[in-house]
């Protein structure tokens, strides 16, 4: 029952926030741009939506397998090193982004045995790369957007499947 309820509460966050960042702002060129994007005194969405996301995340799937603890850690250190602008705190969002994304494909792909959703997201990851200037370079954003459903396809087949 606890894992249902973060489930919800994970999915509800993330989409809740990127819903409301499309219809004020469009496709942006990442996620991570929406922080900029906002009024200054809502710059801290930019943090909770992805501590909304990532922290549910770890505890559902940190018994599942070590990894995703360190994948929604990343995750969570993009969130706090929100002004990626600065070269302070670029490194810091960069690699907890890329060990968020590698990370939990990689546990999707073994622990959770769920390797076709590993698979299909690196071919769709492929073909955005291909068509990053169709898609007016936001192509972070459409990697970003994968890589965040693949968890929650993945985390709704292990919770309901």
Sequence with gaps: MLNIALFITMVTIFVGYVA??????????????????????WNPMFTLALWG?????????TPITG??????????????????????????????????MGLSQVAIATAFGMWPITAASVVIAGLIMLFRKQLNYNHVWWLEILCFTAIGLAYGLYIFG
Excluded at 21 to 34: K, Q, R
Aim: aromatic content about 16%; hydrophobic content about 55%; some cysteine.
């Design 20 to 41: 409301t960042i499309w219809a004020l702002y469009g496709v942006l060129t990442s996620i991570s741009e929406s922080y900029y994007r906002l009024p200054k005194k």
């Design 53 to 61: 996301f990532a922290f549910p995340a770890m505890i559902i799937g």
């Design 67 to 100: 990894l995703m603890f360190f994948a929604c850690a990343g995750i969570m250190f993009v969130g706090a090193a929100a002004q990626f602008h600065q070269k302070i705190t670029k490194t810091v969002h960069l690699v907890g982004a890329s060990l968020g």
